[in-house]
């Protein structure tokens, strides 16, 4: 999926530069107003690919920007902008509430997620295959050692705005990020095993990680 963006921007560059190099556009200008469709491409990959909250954040704020930039919104939109998608999620959160394993934690899949908050949270099924971690401005900590993944591995959708998750999973599965990262990280500190094998547990991480970051610790 971040492959597939990274190919659309590389040809959107090289339009822009061929453009510029025959005179008929200005590279600095166009980069200037166009920038947030890099926002707006992620976000569509990450709800592709099953990521909603996280993707809609990154839509959202590409869209916002834009405008901006063409003068539909006025300059001094930020300052209004950061409640109104506070409330939106909040919204959203609201909606979704309904027949998520918040606490239980033994289904084979969970939603959790925290604003303003932090949180920590035991998953104990034992064929988890997918989990939505969403944090605003806050903290989850989820430990998922006592969790046996299902047949075909566990796909992990992160929601991440100004806030940190830590996940604690087995030294022996392997993890795989696939989740967009804007002015933050994913860091894997767990131990390495000697030969973990092409047997052991798969981990997808996919979503969105913004002025934030997810640690992997066991």
């Known amino acids: 999926m971040v492959q597939r963006l990274f190919g659309v921007l590389l040809l959107a560059l090289g339009a822009i530069l061929l453009l510029n190099t025959l005179g008929l556009a200005d590279a600095g200008e166009l980069v200037r107003l166009w920038w947030p469709l890099i926002l707006v491409a992620g976000g569509a990959l990450q709800v592709v690919g099953g990521a909603r909250l996280g993707g809609g954040i990154l839509i959202i704020l590409g869209g916002a920007f834009l405008l901006r930039n063409f003068g539909v919104l006025p300059g001094g939109f930020i300052a209004a902008f950061w409640p109104l998608l506070l409330i939106g999620v909040g919204l959203y959160l609201l909606v979704q509430r309904q027949g998520l394993e918040t606490a239980a934690h033994g289904a084979p899949s969970v939603r959790l997620f925290g604003v303003f908050s932090s949180s920590t949270h035991v998953l104990e099924s034992q064929e988890l295959s997918r989990a939505e971690l969403s944090v605003m401005f806050g903290s989850l900590e989820v430990d998922a050692r006592q969790a ?71």
């Open 148 to 218: 046996r993944p299902a047949p075909d591995g566990v796909v992990i959708d992160v929601g991440v705005l100004a806030g940190s998750i830590r996940l604690r999973v087995p030294e022996t599965w392997r993890v795989a990020p696939e989740a967009l990262v804007i002015f933050g990280g994913i860091e894997d500190k767990r131990p390495r095993p000697a030969n973990p094998g092409q047997d052991a547990p798969r981990l997808v991480i996919r979503g969105f990680v913004g002025m934030g970051g997810v640690e992997l610790v066991s």
